[in-house]
């Protein structure tokens, strides 16, 4: 009997101590999880500050790059349309977008409807970003929502109607943005889950997709009046260097605040970013010098310019050498491709969106497939817990990401072409037509569109009112 109460005892604090170790194990794991989802105030505070510089890329930074490149009579146009467009998608996003780009996965090529109106998304961490709340990764990347329709403006400026660019914004937005990003950065998207395909901070989602959409909105609106037999030189360079200086800022955030955290490649993709752009400013102004005889200023802020955007989808995946050649192909490809624009002469690009976005996002999403490092970004790769099927072709001497990177970009192409169409189309219907007519483009969007001119001098003759109250000859009197 003492035996058997002494096994019984024994089993029992046998058991207990088990039950003891479950315990102590569960709470260590709760705790680690816990931990895991915990808000970094240091984290959350640069992606804060991240969401900012970006906003600022769009106005004032490419409000003030894109309107000191048209003529003094669509400067108020161009303004308008970069202002609007950060309070139509921070609806848009708040709505419906950021569920389409970000919402549970639909068939690997959309968001669902679950997050509509932001519902579910709160300010707890979320498994886009485990250290800050997720409105904070949301606002963030409505952030990129803004600016990438508005970077396509710049090819139909000075001749689309205001409320066609409105409606145009708005469909392409929900058609074309939304779409691919997530199929490249949301969970389960078919590009960058699927495939493996890398993209840091926007190469193909916001400079390839709008790249391919400006050259499509060229196509169809046709050239501005005068295109190719009249001067339409800049008419305000301090605007454009302004507004270079302000983007090469501002894309820190872009580009660093991809890293969704203050870390290491955060400060990687920083540096990276930096480099590339002074190495693409000063190949653009070499390139132009030994070509035309003399640098310019708008030589080096579209250089500037052009290696922002070729560093955007590699930045957060290669070390400073190859930043510093992926800056300088840039500036030079970029230069020869808007030069190329004018020889072609069959569509005008007003201020060279295909040219800078279009092929430096394209180079830009091909060079991260030749020199993405584990050595940068470990956590990108398979082995990291990443999509990536192999670093870059120069770095591993495999073809597989290099392969991927190519299908991306094929894919964008095909998505913006198809989506850009269709927004066009759905806009003309709606509106009446995309296009100004000739008596209001002659007169200037500033004018026709808005009722207001951006320059009073005084003593002049040339009011809004009157100008617009006259017969399209009395016009050209007047402004002559």
Same mark, same amino acid.
């Given at each position: 009997?003492?035996?058997?109460?002494?096994?019984?005892?024994?089993?029992?604090?046998?058991?207990?101590?088990?039950?003891?170790?479950?315990?102590?194990?569960?709470?260590?794991?709760?705790?680690?999880?816990?931990?895991?989802?915990?808000?970094?105030?240091?984290?959350?505070?640069?992606?804060?500050?991240?969401?900012?510089?970006?906003?600022?890329?769009?106005?004032?930074?490419?409000?003030?790059?894109?309107?000191?490149?048209?003529?003094?009579?669509?400067?108020?146009?161009?303004?308008?349309?970069?202002?609007?467009?950060?309070?139509?998608?921070?609806?848009?996003?708040?709505?419906?977008?950021?569920?389409?780009?970000?919402?549970?996965?639909?068939?690997?090529?959309?968001?669902?409807?679950?997050?509509?109106?932001?519902?579910?998304?709160?300010?707890?961490?979320?498994?886009?970003?485990?250290?800050?709340?997720?409105?904070?990764?949301?606002?963030?990347?409505?952030?990129?929502?803004?600016?990438?329709?508005?970077?396509?403006?710049?090819?139909?400026?000075?001749?689309?109607?205001?409320?066609?660019?409105?409606?145009?914004?708005?469909?392409?937005?929900?058609?074309?943005?939304?779409?691919?990003?997530?199929?490249?950065?949301?969970?389960?998207?078919? =590009?960058? $889950? /699927?495939? @493996?395909?890398? !993209?840091? *901070?926007?190469?193909? %989602?916001?400079?390839?997709?709008? &790249?391919? #959409?400006?050259?499509?909105?060229?196509?169809?609106?046709?050239?501005?009046?005068?295109?190719?037999?009249?001067?339409?030189?800049?008419?305000?360079?301090?605007?454009?260097?302004?507004?270079?200086?302000?983007?090469?800022?501002?894309?820190?955030?872009?580009?660093?605040?991809?890293?969704?955290?203050?870390?290491?490649?955060?400060?990687?993709?920083?540096?990276?970013?930096?480099?590339?752009?002074?190495?693409?400013?000063?190949?653009?102004?070499?390139?132009?010098?030994?070509?035309?005889?003399?640098?310019?200023?708008?030589?080096?802020?579209?250089?500037?310019?052009?290696?922002?955007?070729?560093?955007?989808?590699?930045?957060?995946?290669?070390?400073?050498?190859?930043?510093?050649?992926?800056?300088?192909?840039?500036?030079?490809?970029?230069?020869?491709?808007?030069? =190329?624009? $004018? /020889?072609? @002469?069959?569509? !005008?690009? *007003?201020?060279?969106? %295909?040219?800078?976005?279009?092929? &430096?996002? #394209?180079?830009?999403?091909?060079?991260?497939?030749?020199?993405?490092?584990?050595?940068?970004?470990?956590?990108?790769?398979?082995?990291?817990?990443?999509?990536?099927?192999?670093?870059?072709?120069?770095?591993?001497?495999?073809?597989?990401?290099?392969?991927?990177?190519?299908?991306?970009?094929?894919?964008?192409?095909?998505?913006?072409?198809?989506?850009?169409?269709?927004?066009?189309?759905?806009?003309?219907?709606?509106?009446?037509?995309?296009?100004?007519?000739?008596?209001?483009?002659?007169?200037?969007?500033?004018?026709?569109?808005?009722?207001?001119?951006?320059?009073?001098?005084?003593?002049?003759?040339?009011?809004?009112?009157?100008?617009?109250?006259?017969?399209?000859?009395?016009?050209?009197?007047?402004?002559?």
């Amino acid at each position: 009997m003492e035996r058997r109460h002494r096994s019984f005892a024994a089993g029992y604090w046998c058991v207990r101590s088990s039950l003891a170790l479950a315990a102590v194990l569960a709470l260590a794991s709760l705790a680690h999880a816990e931990e895991a989802l915990k808000v970094d105030s240091g984290d959350t505070a640069w992606m804060l500050t991240s969401s900012a510089l970006v906003l600022m890329m769009t106005a004032p930074g490419l409000a003030l790059f894109y309107g000191g490149l048209v003529r003094s009579k669509n400067v108020l146009g161009l303004l308008m349309q970069s202002f609007v467009m950060v309070a139509l998608i921070s609806i848009q996003w708040v709505l419906w977008g950021y569920s389409l780009a970000f919402g549970p996965d639909h068939g690997h090529v959309m968001g669902g409807l679950e997050w509509l109106g932001l519902r579910g998304v709160g300010l707890e961490p979320s498994a886009y970003a485990a250290t800050i709340p997720h409105q904070a990764f949301m606002i963030y990347q409505c952030m990129f929502a803004i600016i990438t329709p508005a970077l396509i403006t710049g090819a139909f400026a000075e001749r689309m109607k205001f409320s066609a660019f409105l409606l145009f914004s708005l469909l392409w937005a929900t058609l074309v943005y939304d779409p691919l990003a997530h199929m490249v950065w949301g969970k389960g998207g078919l =590009l960058g $889950t /699927v495939f @493996g395909a890398l !993209d840091f *901070a926007g190469g193909t %989602v916001v400079h390839i997709s709008s &790249g391919t #959409s400006a050259l499509v909105c060229a196509v169809v609106l046709g050239k501005r009046l005068g295109y190719g037999s009249e001067p339409m030189p800049p008419h305000n360079m301090p605007f454009v260097l302004t507004g270079a200086a302000l983007l090469w800022v501002g894309w820190f955030g872009f580009n660093a605040g991809s890293a969704l955290a203050a870390n290491a490649l955060a400060t990687s993709a920083f540096v990276a970013t930096n480099t590339a752009t002074a190495a693409a400013s000063l190949s653009w102004m070499f390139a132009e010098w030994l070509g035309r005889g003399k640098p310019t200023i708008l030589g080096a802020a579209s250089g500037a310019v052009a290696g922002l955007v070729a560093i955007t989808p590699a930045s957060g995946f290669v070390a400073p050498m190859p930043a510093l050649v992926i800056g300088a192909v840039a500036g030079v490809l970029c230069y020869g491709a808007c030069n =190329l624009k $004018t /020889v072609l @002469g069959w569509y !005008d690009d *007003a201020l060279d969106v %295909v040219g800078v976005h279009g092929v &430096g996002g #394209s180079w830009g999403a091909l060079a991260t497939g030749l020199w993405a490092s584990a050595q940068v970004n470990p956590g990108a790769f398979k082995a990291g817990g990443g999509s990536a099927v192999s670093e870059g072709l120069l770095i591993s001497g495999q073809w597989g990401l290099f392969g991927c990177q190519v299908v991306a970009v094929l894919l964008t192409y095909v998505l913006a072409v198809v989506g850009s169409l269709l927004c066009l189309a759905i806009t003309g219907v709606v509106v009446g037509g995309l296009r100004v007519s000739e008596d209001d483009e002659f007169a200037g969007l500033d004018l026709s569109q808005h009722s207001e001119s951006a320059y009073v001098f005084a003593g002049g003759s040339y009011s809004a009112h009157s100008a617009l109250g006259a017969r399209p000859a009395e016009q050209r009197s007047a402004m002559d």
